[in-house]
């Protein structure tokens, strides 16, 4: 079984740029959530998708946002990019919203030049 | 808001036991977690433990919980230089939505000393 997918490894970019990040879940998994991870904050939690519904959001700006695909593939678009926007994100694959087990991707470094 | 709350560094000789410890504050926790990160790689799922749980054993990894006081630790046992990593404690909360998220602790640098 195939784990999580994410889509690019690695990505650079120019402040003021937009991006667009991809995460593919495990087969039959339908939750998504993202989550951003840098050395001076950690992994903070940004949204989580199910059945194409943004279900949570956490504690970030508007220039960051989501969606979900009719087949649980979710994408993140981060637009005016900041320098402090440069980071790990991350994305974590559920079978359920309120499942026991979140299984990660090996994450997108996001460097905002 | 809710907040995780673990030790930075733990250095350990290989072939001993590592005890990486964390503390919560979220009382509504349904799980509580232990993820394992090494370098330049995602997050790995080590194990998990219902909130009603006390104590989880898996091959050489002991999670024990003390509800009360809202402690969590992370027993490995004969630690192996393999076992370097970053480790994250975590709690599974119900948000304001409704919904649920993860909360993760800074994370907690094992060194293991050949």
């Given at each position: 079984k195939a784990g999580v997918t994410q889509t690019p490894r690695y990505l650079i970019k120019t402040r003021g740029q937009q991006v667009t990040l991809?995460?593919?879940?495990?087969?039959?998994h339908r939750s998504v959530s993202w989550y951003q991870q840098t050395p001076g904050q950690g992994l903070q939690f940004l949204f989580e998708y199910f059945s194409e519904t943004q279900r949570n959001k956490g504690n970030f700006p508007g220039r960051f946002s989501g969606r979900q695909f009719s087949n649980s593939r979710s994408e993140m678009n981060v637009?005016?990019?900041?320098?402090?926007?440069?980071?790990?994100?991350?994305?974590?694959s559920s079978l359920e919203v309120a499942t026991t087990e979140a299984f990660f991707g090996q994450g997108t470094r996001l460097t905002v030049v | 808001?809710?907040?995780?709350?673990?030790?930075?560094?733990?250095s350990v000789r290989e072939g001993d036991s590592s005890v990486i410890n964390c503390t919560y504050t979220d009382s509504s926790s349904t799980y509580l977690y232990w993820y394992k990160q090494e370098p330049g790689a995602g997050l790995q799922l080590l194990t998990y433990i219902f909130s009603n749980m006390d104590m989880k054993q898996d091959q050489r990894l002991t999670v024990l919980l003390n509800k009360k006081d809202k402690h969590l630790s992370l027993r490995i046992a004969d630690t192996q230089t393999g076992d370097s990593a970053i480790y994250f404690c975590a709690e599974k909360g119900i948000s304001g939505a409704g919904s649920?998220?993860?909360t993760f602790g800074k994370g907690t640098k094992l060194s293991v000393i050949p």
């Open positions: 991809s995460c593919s879940p495990i087969s039959g637009s005016t990019l900041e320098l402090g926007d440069s980071a790990l994100y991350l994305c974590a | 808001g809710e907040d995780v709350e673990q030790s930075l560094f733990l649920y998220q993860l």
